[in-house]
């Protein structure tokens, strides 16, 4: 009688968090009401002693420290405004091409992605320098719109990402490992994009014409390489110092992000836009978003031990043994999860709520747990893009010009989440694209 209790509660609070997620209170709320709550209805006190133990292992966890220092990377590099500068110059070079323009910025989000990482900081930056130019040019507005969100959240696979780091801790792995397991899978989205764009542009060309060759003949080939190599070396050089360092195993993940955080504080000073002001700005950005990460770890600790100490695992794990197919089929039906999830709560949530629930179960099953980091990482991309509350389609709403409305940005996009889910489908079937160059190099 007794588990038949503590499985109602956990049902229940399952419930409840749901419930307050959709009447609009905060994430980190909702955890720590309903893991109080129903924590403290089936177990009482024992709850508020074990968890100091756990807030302690929190934030003296180590790993952690690399959260900050990649956070005031990206936010330095946006702030060095080089994006500006990059963006102009892939322009020119790939917009003689039908659609040239649109795979210009798939290039830029690679490259952003693997320096700075922060979605909002990237997409507020294509969407201020890149859509009024494409919508001028000709380019269809829901092209224009999807293209731009798409390129914007390439930085959630590609390393340094924090859903990565994030995802080392709960499936106890190692950053490298993740790191260097996600180069293939990034760099495969990205080629999917491109191979797309180039079809599209082929079909439709219409929708994606490529730039005037008045304004490609009005700067130099000698003009351009210069400005070229002037804005590619120093995001390049910055990539492979922290990635190099991690994946050749010269730094932890904590040094390498040190050595990135100074090298952006250079980048900047040289770029001639480093004062006093753009500092301030950055270090108190960073404090915001460092703080709001640690705040929904915390809480969701709370959330985590009350569900476990309520035998909430004991009803997934009998959930997946009535599922027909086997290991497949309960890999996808975390997957379908994982998105349904995408459409209402972020990713950090989602991270700590569906993955520590289902994980133990599948690593049962003999699941590769680098394979299904990856596997995750590429689903918790689509959270971004799909409506109604896709944060990438906020960030673009919020700059684009006002003859974008909000259905152009929607429609824009739902290419690009097939394209992801083409991607999952792929990474799934071929499971070495993400597992071959951990073991190149013996991880």
């Known amino acids: 009688m007794r588990v038949f209790e503590m499985h109602t509660y956990a049902l229940m609070m399952l419930g409840g968090f749901f419930v307050m997620l959709m009447i609009g209170i905060p994430v980190a709320v909702s955890l720590a009401v309903t893991g109080f709550l129903f924590g403290w209805l089936g177990f009482g006190d024992t709850l508020f002693n074990l968890l100091p133990a756990r807030f302690y292992g929190v934030v003296g966890g180590y790993q952690w420290m690399a959260i900050p220092l990649f956070v005031f990377m990206g936010v330095m590099l946006e702030k060095s405004r080089l994006a500006d500068d990059l963006l102009d110059v892939m322009g020119h070079l790939a917009g003689g091409l039908k659609g040239g323009m649109a795979i210009g910025i798939v290039l830029f989000g690679v490259l952003m992605g693997a320096t700075t990482g922060i979605v909002g900081a990237t997409i507020i930056t294509l969407g201020l320098l890149t859509l ?75 929708s994606m014409p490529p730039l005037p060759a008045a304004e490609r003949d009005a700067v130099s080939r000698r003009e351009l390489g210069v400005r070229f190599f002037k ?53 108190l950005d960073t404090s915001k978003i460092t703080a709001l990460m640690m705040f929904i770890l915390m809480t969701a600790q709370v959330f985590a031990l009350s569900f476990r100490g309520l035998h909430g695992e004991e009803l997934i794990a009998a959930m997946f043994d009535k599922l027909p197919g086997g290991v497949n089929t309960a890999i996808w039906f975390l997957m379908a999860i994982i998105f349904v999830l995408g459409f209402f709560v972020e990713w950090i949530e989602i991270s700590y709520i569906a993955v520590p629930l289902f994980l133990p179960i599948l690593i049962n099953l003999g699941v590769d747990p680098v394979w299904l980091a990856m596997l995750i990482t590429i689903n918790l991309q689509s959270s971004f893009l799909t409506p109604p509350f896709g944060w990438a389609l906020f960030y673009l709403k919020g700059v684009a010009p006002p003859s974008v409305n909000i259905k152009d940005i929607y429609k824009g996009v739902l290419p690009f989440i097939l394209l992801q889910g083409i991607t999952l489908l792929l990474v799934f079937q071929f499971p070495s694209i993400a597992t071959w160059l951990p073991k190149a190099i013996g991880w």
Not at 243 to 256: D, N, Q
């Open 132 to 206: 009024p130019t494409l919508i001028r040019r000709g380019y269809d507005k829901s092209v224009a719109c999807g293209v731009i969100c798409a390129s914007g959240t390439l930085g959630q696979i590609i390393p340094p990402s924090l859903i990565l780091i994030l995802l080392s801790d709960i499936m106890q792995l190692s950053v490298g490992t993740l790191f260097a397991a996600a180069v293939g899978p990034g760099v495969l989205l990205a080629g999917v994009y491109i191979v797309y764009l180039l079809v599209m542009g082929w079909l439709r060309p219409a």
């Open 231 to 283: 804005v590619l070396v120093p995001p390049v050089m910055l990539v492979v110092a922290v990635l190099g360092s991690i994946v050749g195993g010269v730094a932890a993940p904590t040094e390498a992000a040190s050595m990135g955080a100074v090298g952006a504080v250079l980048i900047t000073a040289l770029s001639g836009r480093l004062d006093w002001k753009t500092l301030k700005a950055t270090a």
